[in-house]
Structures are given as structure tokens and as C-alpha cells.
């Protein structure tokens, strides 16, 4: 099936299919979002206004057989940080959309009339139709109301209430194969979706199929990309403990940030552990091990069940269990996976959310440790929109600045992830020059740093932090157009046959010829991009910088802080 760009116009509600341009062709995922934002939407407009638009693209090999290439990229100018933003997920939605022959789907405008409508994609293009029935539900009951009608085969992206709301923190969920959610959690791009008035999109290839150039030399590839994977002892490590494997790891290198980033460690990590949470899945009935989309070898997934057996929620990451866990000091996993869900209904991005409930702790709202009460905002405030759920919706720089909070740990307006930048540096350089705000996705040097992937990097030390984090971020762009998950990562770094594999991959289902050196390039050219949009959207080297109190609040228990100067952190961009 060839390719096509899906155009939907949501102004006069009509919708084209077109060629894929030229310049297009050799981009996917993260730098197709990003090249098409870069071209046809005016840096400086309003998120949230006609000029904004959302890309959706699968990657490069979404839709093959490749093993963990299921990620699907959404784009757009983000309404939380200003920036350009992409954030991807797994769930079926990408190898769909690429089974249904769709390179990218690009949605503009703004509605002239006051309703809501849902999108239907075919390998025959968009349907637009009018939506009453499912506006104000949760993502659970919108994918529950709509999937079953297909025996489960299509693919759902939705928002919750706070995409509908157009909170700053609402995200993009995916149906994943168990009828559970993904989410491309970053940034607000579910309060961009619910700008255009689209509550859902259903994905049905119709059985179409993606054409691999050279099945022979693919199937090779992949099976030696596979094994690399698998092989791993990272990848072993992620499959058995999950992200959540992270807490006691974290902890001990002392960058684990608590009760609102002022300590490292948190003294009940052993509660809220990977391990922990195994003990209580196993016992339980639950699944420790599990897929977001088919075809993962790695499957750091998991089902979480309650007390009574009964599924939680699925997916349980680190990041979220730190944020409510060490950083909002609640030290129950069955409280944070009751949070977890809410938040995966509601549709609002739980990194953001839950920093956003430590910097409410410091503010007096609530108390540390009161889990309890973080649901409750959850459902009572945040769901129905009071005038405290639409300040902890707009994320944590919006709690900050309503209570007059000082030590607020975002950059570019968007909060900092798990790892502190005062024990851990290289991630304090990957939040202070990514392209997207605080991401630890986007340069995740815990891989050198910490898990010592692809050499050692000492975390307490400046030397060679600029040089990690930009070979991180380069590789993670050119990643993040593949499709690939990036837990990838680690066996590229450590395992001399995963990279070549990749490119033989590429090249097989293409007919093409590209090198190691190319895939770096297309990297850089990437970064560039998207640093080239957010200069023309205002930005300046003086927003590539973290938040004071990191430079001067020492970090127990190894009393650091950051002290990159300025012109060390400016360096990033000398490539
Ligand atoms: S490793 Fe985890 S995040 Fe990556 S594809 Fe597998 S289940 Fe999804």
C-alpha cells in the first residue's frame, strides 16, 4: 500500500488525501511530526488557537513485524511549554494507521460551530461526523462504548475531561491490545485535540498491509535485532521488574527527588519499589509482564490489580509512582495506582500532574503523604473543572505561580521527571537544552550515568555530561522516527549487532542505503528543526536553564547542585 498524508480541515469540515511530498518521504514518527509543524505552523500562533495544528504519524517501520516498533508520534505546538512538542506511546494505534496506508494525518482549524466530533480513518481517507453521546465521559468508558462494536480490531485515540477542558497538562490516550491506554502524556497535546473539537479517532486498515522492499533481508534483520533486545540485561531487568525496577536504583545513587525535590532519597522506597510491586501483582493474580503493543520483546508492562483481584490499571511507570510516591511522599502503592487510573481517565499527563501535587503540598493545599486527598482533587476538582482543578490541570508552573510557590522544578513550564539534576548532571543538561522542555526521554543519560549502558559517566561530575546528553539526544531523535520503543536504547549502546540491525531494518523495508552515519545525521537535522521553530516562537539560550533553587539548594545526601555555568550549558548546541 502506498503511503498518503491525511489532511482534515476541521474549520469547513472537510477532509483530503494527498501525495506524500518529496521532502517528506524519508521521515517518520517524531521527524515527521516535527518537519511538518516546522513548515506550516507560524511559530508564534496560539496553541489553542485556528493556527495550531496536530500531526499524527506513525514511525518508520510501524506496522512491520520489526520487534518494538509500535510507537506513535503526536505533534503540534504544545499549549504547556510553547515549544515545538512531540510525545509518543505504544497501544495499536501506530501499526494501524500504517496498515491503513497513512504516512501522517494532519488536523487544522478550529470549528466554526459549538460541537463536538469524533474522526474515522480508513485506507480511504477521514470521515468527519458529529459527536454528542460520548462528550464529558473518561477514556475507559469512551473506548469501552466504541470497541466492542468492532470485535476490538480498530484502533482509539481519545481525550478525557481535561482535553475537553483544554487543560495544559490533558494528553492523547491510545487503546492498547487489552483494551487499556497508552498515553502521549506530554505537553498538552490533548488540550490541542480538544481545541479542534475531537473528542475520538477510530483507525480501521480494512486489512491493508505494509510492503516490505526486501522481505528476506528484513526478516534477518529483524531476527538479529530481536535477539539483541532480548538479550540484554537491561531489557531482562525491565521485563521482570518493569520502569518501576528504577525506585531502589534511583534512590541509592541519591538523585531520587523527595517531598518536593528537597531530598535525594526517599525513605520508603523499599514500599513503593519494583519489587514490591512484583510481590503484590504475583499475589494478586496480576501480570508482571506484559505488552503495550504487539511485537514487544521486552514487555515492561504490567497489570496491576487491587486487594480484591480486581485490574487497577495497566502500565504503572516509574516516573508516575516516583512523582506520586518520593515527591508527593505517599508511600502506597495501591493508593498510587488508584491515582494513576484516575489520571488515566481523566486524560491528563501523570508526571505533570503529580509534580504539580508536590508543589501544591509545599504550598499548604494538601499535606505530604496524603494520597487520599490527591484522588480526591483528582476526581472532585480536576474531573468537574473547579476553579483548584483547572490551576492543578494547567500543570506544575500553573500551582506555582497561584500559590507563590518559589521551588518549582519545571523548565520551559514543563515539570521535571524522576531523576535530579543535582545528583544525576547529564540529566540536568538533557532538561535544560531539550527541545521540549524537562523530558528525561529526550537525552536519558541515567543509561551512562547510572546503569553504566555504553560506557560510565560519573553522575556527581560536569566532565562529559554536554557530550552524553547531545549524543542522546541526537540518537533519540533519529529513534523516535523509527517507530522503535525507547528502551531500545540500551542494547544499541552495549550491543554491536542491535545498531546495524536497525539500519538493515530500515533499508530492507525501503529498497534504500543508508549508513550509521546517516541515521545520526537525520538526527541532528532533527534537533535543529526544532530549535530553529522554538527560536522563531521567542525562545533564547536563557530559557535553556533550570530553575535557581538547583544551583542553590544542596542536595542530601550528597550536598551538590547544579553548577553548570551558562556558556557550559550553551555548548550543548556547538555540533
Ligand atoms: S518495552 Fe515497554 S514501553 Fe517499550 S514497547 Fe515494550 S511494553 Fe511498550
Not at 61 to 69: D, F, I
Not at 438 to 445: E, F
Given at each position: 500500500m502506498v503511503d498518503k498524508i491525511f489532511r482534515v480541515n476541521m474549520t469547513d469540515l472537510t477532509t483530503s488525501v494527498e501525495e506524500v511530498p518529496e521532502a517528506w518521504a524519508g521521515h517518520g514518527g517524531r521527524g515527521l511530526t516535527s518537519t511538518i509543524i516546522a513548515e506550516e505552523v507560524e511559530p508564534t500562533c496560539h496553541p489553542l488557537g485556528k493556527n495550531n495544528k496536530l500531526v499524527i504519524a506513525p514511525g518508520l517501520?510501524?506496522?512491520?513485524?520489526?520487534?518494538?516498533?509500535g510507537r506513535l508520534s503526536i505533534g503540534a505546538k504544545?499549549?504547556?511549554?510553547g515549544t515545538i512538542k512531540e510525545s509518543n506511546a505504544g497501544g495499536t494505534s501506530a501499526q494501524l494507521l500504517a496498515k491503513a496506508g497513512c504516512k501522517a494525518v494532519i488536523i487544522e482549524g478550529l470549528p466554526k460551530e459549538d460541537k463536538w466530533y469524533s474522526l474515522a480513518i480508513t485506507p480511504a481517507g477521514v470521515t468527519i461526523k458529529e459527536e454528542t453521546e460520548r462528550i464529558g465521559m473518561g477514556n475507559f468508558d469512551v473506548i469501552k462504548s466504541i470497541s466492542p462494536e468492532h470485535d476490538n480490531k480498530i484502533g482509539i485515540l481519545t481525550i478525557g475531561q481535561a482535553g475537553e477542558m483544554k487543560m495544559t497538562s490533558a494528553n492523547i490516550s491510545i487503546q492498547d491490545p487489552d483494551g487499556g491506554l497508552r498515553s502521549c502524556g506530554r505537553g498538552g497535546l490533548g488540550a490541542v485535540m480538544g481545541s479542534k473539537k475531537i473528542k475520538f479517532i477510530t483507525i480501521d486498515p480494512e486489512g491493508g498491509k505494509v510492503d516490505i522492499a526486501d522481505p528476506a533481508k528484513f526478516k534477518a534483520a529483524n531476527r538479529t535485532f530481536a535477539k539483541a533486545l532480548a538479550g540484554h540485561p537491561i531489557s531482562q531487568a525491565l521485563g521482570a521488574y518493569g520502569t518501576n525496577v528504577l525506585v531502589n536504583i534511583i534512590n541509592e545513587s541519591g538523585g531520587l527527588p523527595t517531598k518536593n525535590f528537597t531530598q535525594g532519597q526517599f525513605a520508603d522506597h523499599e514500599a513503593i519499589s519494583g519489587e514490591t510491586m512484583v510481590d503484590l501483582i504475583n499475589e494478586r493474580g496480576g501480570k508482571a509482564k506484559h505488552n503495550c503493543h504487539a511485537g514487544c520483546v521486552i514487555q515492561c508492562s504490567q497489570i496491576y490489580n487491587d486487594a480484591k483481584g480486581n485490574?487497577?490499571?495497566?502500565?504503572?511507570?516509574f516516573e508516575s509512582v516516583w512523582a506520586m510516591g518520593a515527591d508527593c511522599c505517599v508511600a502506597d502503592l495501591d493508593c498510587i495506582a488508584e491515582a494513576d487510573r484516575i489520571m488515566d481517565d481523566i486524560g491528563i499527563d501523570s508526571i505533570e500532574t503529580s509534580v504539580a501535587m508536590g508543589v501544591a503540598m509545599e504550598a499548604g493545599v494538601l499535606e505530604f503523604g496524603d494520597g487520599v486527598e490527591i484522588c480526591r482533587i483528582l476526581r472532585d476538582e480536576v474531573t468537574k473543572g473547579t476553579a483548584l482543578g483547572r490551576i492543578v490541570g494547567n500543570g506544575t508552573g500553573s500551582v506555582g505561580r497561584s500559590f507563590g510557590v518559589t521551588r518549582v522544578p519545571v523548565v520551559k513550564n514543563q515539570a521535571i521527571p524522576a531523576y535530579d539534576p543535582r545528583a544525576i548532571k547529564g540529566m540536568g543538561i538533557t532538561y535544560a537544552t531539550s527541545t521540549q522542555g524537562?523530558?528525561?526521554?529526550?537525552?536519558?543519560?541515567i543509561t551512562t550515568n547510572i546503569l553504566n549502558v555504553g560506557g560510565q559517566v560519573d553522575p556527581l561530575s560536569k566532565e562529559g555530561q554536554i557530550e552524553l546528553s547531545r549524543n542522546l539526544q541526537i540518537a533519540t531523535a533519529a529513534i523516535d522516527s523509527t517507530g522503535m520503543c525507547l528502551f531500545i536504547a540500551f542494547a544499541v549502546l552495549d550491543d554491536e549487532t542491535c545498531l546495524p540491525a536497525l539500519v538493515d531494518l530500515l533499508n530492507a523495508r525501503f529498497d534504500i542505503a543508508l549508513t550509521i552515519d546517516d541515521v545520526m545525521s537525520l538526527g541532528k537535522h532533527i534537533l535543529k528543526l526544532e530549535r530553529k521553530f522554538n527560536i522563531a516562537a521567542g525562545f533564547t539560550a536563557a530559557d535553556d536553564r533550570l530553575p535557581e533553587f538547583f544551583y542553590d539548594e544542596p542536595l542530601a545526601p550528597h550536598n551538590v547542585v547544579f553548577d553548570f555555568t551558562a556558556e557550559e550549558i550553551d555548548s550543548f548546541w556547538n555540533f
Open positions: 517501520l510501524s506496522g512491520t513485524v520489526a520487534a518494538n516498533s504544545s499549549p504547556l511549554t485490574k487497577l490499571t495497566s502500565g504503572i511507570e524537562a523530558d528525561h526521554t529526550m537525552g536519558y543519560t
